[in-house]
């Protein structure tokens, strides 16, 4: 499998934009990748910010308990034992859930309240005094931390001036917490992170297998039949498994193969046409001017005859090459458009006239109704080898009655024009195609006059005007063809 993806994730890494790397190697690389970020940034936390965002919570903590006994202590009304008792049952209560020891000293440094009864031991009378004095001068609560007696440990003091209307002296609420290292949770979570990224990496490398099969798998298949629809196998089938991209790519490709595959078929029947078309005249051409040559050559009259086969049958190629250098000219939009105003309705009853000549001799009718006149604007003489080609066409492969119809109809920005014959129609799957080169639906029909090209200028031709066209058909009832010619509203119309 030769094919990869191009992972924003990837992108930028030299060896991952080769061609031929592998999917599933883009995957596994992919997954590796992530895990790889993610010990980073777990290992990361843990060493350079376990320890600093503990050691914030733990002050934060103990800010918090202080500021509550603060607010508490300055809203209570302590006017008997009872009431101081409810009060140092909310402290300990406090101290209790955020971990912390605390005590309440007088300014004679006589300790009121605490909840260890260490702690008292742990602060001299100068600590205390020094508390004090920072808490009333440089601020309230006044908070320091100092090393603590076991190594790499710390302690946050706290001393806030706790003020009580029910007291006639301040009293000063001390708080201390211990920080201790976290070095033996770090490496706790170092060492079960290890067994983490073990797991993470079977892990990965099994997802990554999974997932490089299912989604290699349905483009490994596209590539097979795309490698045989190369060779030429026009009726390759393309899956695309259970992903909506690959489904849809595969639908498209399903749908390119079957073009494809039609193109082929036309190309061959074009060259078949082409060869036919140009081989029989040439054909007649050499045979009628060798019998010239060596039979009718002191004959007049049949020298006469034979040429005049010789004059048709070059018309005849000299209106194909006619009518293919028209197409290209028309296709390759190196022929300009005339634009010019004219009555619709007056060049159709002309056209349908000049054929009268022709008709009515061979049992032909063409039907046609007047209407009132209409003006429009466009390349008249192109516009008149449309109407030509359409009629043409219904003389070929009218029914037996040899009726053709020709309609008009007035829409409010467009003239529709119909030409309809009374033939076999066209089957849907072939409907589609009639408008290609030297396309002929029927195999068996009487002798065709013309090129095989006929319909193909018609579309070049409303292609070039970007008149809509369409045709109308069903076995067995016919065929209709219709374009639409824009209608000229600044000319001067007789309604």
């Known amino acids: 499998m030769e094919w990869g993806i191009n992972l924003k994730l990837n992108s930028k890494i030299p060896f991952l934009k080769n061609k031929n790397f592998h999917i599933r190697y883009h995957i596994l690389f992919s997954f590796l990748l992530i895990i790889a970020l993610a010990v980073i940034l777990i290992w990361g936390s843990q060493i350079l910010y376990l320890s600093k965002f503990y050691e914030g919570v733990r002050i934060h903590g103990a800010e918090d308990a202080a500021e509550k006994m603060s607010e508490k ?23 209790s859930n955020n971990e912390l020891s605390y005590m309440i000293v007088d300014s004679y440094y006589t300790v009121i309240q605490e909840n260890n009864k260490n702690m008292a031991y742990q602060f001299s009378r100068r600590d205390i005094d020094f508390l004090q004095k920072n808490a009333n001068i440089k601020g309230n609560p006044y908070l320091t931390c100092v090393e603590g007696d076991a190594p790499n440990t710390k302690v946050v003091i706290i001393c806030s001036v706790l003020k009580n209307p029910g007291t006639s002296a301040d009293c000063y609420l001390i708080v201390s917490s211990l920080i201790t290292p976290m070095n033996t949770t770090i490496m706790l979570l170092k060492q079960s992170s290890y067994f983490i990224i073990i797991l993470l990496i079977v892990f990965s490398v099994f997802l990554s297998v999974i997932m490089s099969k299912s989604i290699a798998e349905p483009i490994q298949k596209i590539t097979e039949s795309a490698d045989k629809l190369a060779k030429g196998e026009y009726k390759t089938e393309f899956d695309g498994g259970r992903f909506a991209e690959t489904k849809k790519l595969a639908k498209t490709l399903n749908y390119a193969s079957a073009e494809i595959s039609k193109i082929d078929e036309l190309q061959r029947d074009l060259i078949a046409n082409v060869s036919h078309d140009l081989r029989t005249p040439l054909t007649m051409i050499k045979a009628y001017a060798e019998m010239i040559r060596d039979i009718s050559g002191e004959r007049r009259e049949k020298r006469e005859e ?12 000299a209106a194909l090459v006619s009518d293919m250098l028209d197409l290209s000219k028309l296709e390759n939009g190196s022929q300009p458009l005339n634009y010019s105003s004219f009555d619709m309705n007056s060049k159709l009853r002309d056209i349908v006239e000049r054929y009268k000549g022709f008709s009515e001799p061979n049992g032909y009718t063409i039907n046609y109704t007047e209407s009132s006149p209409v003006f429009v604007r466009c390349d008249m003489g192109k516009i008149e080898q449309v109407i030509y080609n359409l009629i043409n066409n219904a003389v070929n492969y009218t029914g ?16 529709k024009i119909t030409v309809k014959d009374t033939g076999k129609g066209i089957s849907e799957e072939n409907i589609h195609q009639i408008f290609e080169k030297y396309y002929r639906c029927e195999k068996t029909r009487r002798e065709v006059v013309g090129t095989g090209l006929g319909l193909s200028i018609v579309r070049a031709v409303l292609k070039a005007h970007n008149f809509p066209f369409g045709v109308q058909s069903a076995p067995g009832k016919g065929t209709a063809f219709w374009f639409k010619v824009k209608r000229d509203k600044e000319s001067i119309c007789i309604q």
């Open 73 to 95: 202590f300055l809203a209570s009304e302590i006017d008997d034992s009872d009431d101081f008792d409810k009060l140092t049952e909310y402290f300990d209560t406090i101290a």
């Open 306 to 317: 034979h040429l005049g086969i010789i004059i048709k049958e070059t018309d005849r190629l």
């Open 400 to 415: 037996d009655d040899k009726q053709i119809y020709v309609s008009m109809e007035t829409e409010e920005d467009f003239v």
